[in-house]
């Protein structure tokens, strides 16, 4: 599907995570993404740890997470507070059909650079906003993170064992997700555009997009039943929906929730074959110490060799290291690697396009001229916008 999105160009304004991940996918799925970076800082995930050092002369170390995030783009250094690097933008405009910003709600309008007098320039263009709270409301102009969204979205409250804190979750949910809705709004809003021929405004807020995660416990929610954290059926409240610590000090998950799964185990482990463990109350508590005590009685090993035996829905907590040598993500092909001014980078696939990387990772500003060009700069312009301090 690396040529789904052929011809489609965007134009990334956004830094950090959530924007550069949309972007990402829509670069994967074939989409020409030129990504406009601060004049001075650039991105600023390029300048956060781990730090990639390059064996080429002149090529900046950069983030690990950066270059995971960036492949397939071109970078352009505008100064977006500066008249002429306004203009600059105002003069690219017509040759996207995207445009992905990440700022807070009123911060184009300051600079000049309305949903408005974008649409105006160019009236085909999808426009999409991505931001914590969304463009309206009265916590549009808040500041947040990741955490911040999930707490307000009620996810943060449905995370993390019974009787303690709510858990913030080891990965940016609210980031990639708030990713993954402005992706699925912008492939919307140009379908539509290829009936109406008009562009529009895709509003995306990572409060929002959270709470499809949550669907579950809200449908409970909504049926009259206020969720308990960690003591629902999926939550940890049953022994057979759980996570143990095996022999060796590694973890296994336990996902039996159908009657067959569950019986499959139970008689595998000598347990009595009836519903008990999937079935909410009391009696929980002691059922899941027994099945705690069975699998710290073996190695990870010996219950990988098991749930290859009993068709129980059981499977090794991976640590993040372990994952390039799992045989299955190896078969398909989750992990490749790409040429680059900093080596060979190991790149994760995204699921439904190829194992691909048309271009590395830019360095900060590679293209800038290149971009300005298209737009029908010459050399005398590009030079007043250096002077200028516009670009970089």
């Known amino acids: 599907m690396q040529s789904a999105l052929a011809g489609i160009r965007v ?13 990402l996918v829509l670069a994967d799925l074939g989409a020409e993404v030129d990504k406009l970076e601060d004049a001075e800082a650039g991105d600023y995930l390029r300048h956060m ?13 950069t983030s690990a997470i950066f270059l995971a995030l960036n492949r397939n783009k071109r970078s352009a250094c505008v100064d977006l507070k ?17 445009v992905l910003e990440q700022f807070r709600p009123k911060v184009m309008d300051r600079l000049g650079l309305s949903h408005e007098a974008l649409l105006e320039k160019n009236p085909r263009l999808v426009v999409c906003a991505l931001t914590g709270y969304g463009q309206t409301g009265p916590l549009a102009l808040r500041a947040g993170h990741d955490i911040d969204y999930l707490a307000r979205a009620g996810i943060l409250g449905f995370h993390g064992p019974a009787g303690a804190p709510p858990q913030p979750p080891g990965f940016q949910l609210a980031d990639v997700s708030g990713g993954l809705w402005s992706v699925i709004g912008i492939l919307a809003a ?3 555009r290829a009936r109406t021929g008009k562009g529009k405004v895709v509003d995306v807020s990572m409060t ?18 206020t969720p308990a954290r960690g003591d629902e059926p999926i939550t940890g409240g049953i022994a057979a929906y759980n ?3 095996t022999k060796d000090g590694k973890f296994m998950a336990l996902g039996a929730l159908e009657p067959k799964f569950w019986l499959a185990f139970a008689t595998g482990v000598g347990l009595p074959a009836d519903m008990s463990g999937i079935v ?13 005590e069975i699998f710290a009685s073996r190695t990870r090993a010996e219950w990988e060799a098991f749930a290859g035996e009993r068709d129980c829905c059981l499977e090794p907590v991976l640590e993040p290291g372990e994952l390039a040598s799992d045989a299955h993500l190896a078969a398909r092909g989750v992990f490749f690697e790409a040429e680059s001014p900093w080596g060979k980078l190991r790149q994760l696939k995204l699921p439904i396009a190829d194992a691909t990387a048309r271009m590395p990772p830019p360095q900060q500003g590679e293209h800038t001229e290149a971009i300005l060009r298209e737009a029908g700069y010459d050399d005398e312009g590009i030079a007043k916008l250096r002077a200028a301090g516009a670009i970089r």
């Open 11 to 23: 134009l990334d304004l956004s830094r950090l995570l959530p924007g550069p991940f949309a972007s």
């Open 82 to 98: 500066k008249p002429e690097g306004r203009e600059a933008l105002l003069r690219l405009l017509p040759r996207y059909d995207v």
């Open 190 to 192: 140009l379908a539509e």
């Open 208 to 225: 929002e997009a959270s709470m499809g995660f949550g669907i579950a416990s809200l449908g409970m929610l909504f049926g009259g039943t």
């Open 243 to 245: 996570t143990y610590a």
């Open 49 to 61: 740890p781990p730090q990639v050092a390059s064996p080429t002369p002149g090529v900046e170390a």
């Open 280 to 292: 909410p109350g009391p009696h929980q508590a002691e059922l899941k110490q027994k099945v705690a």
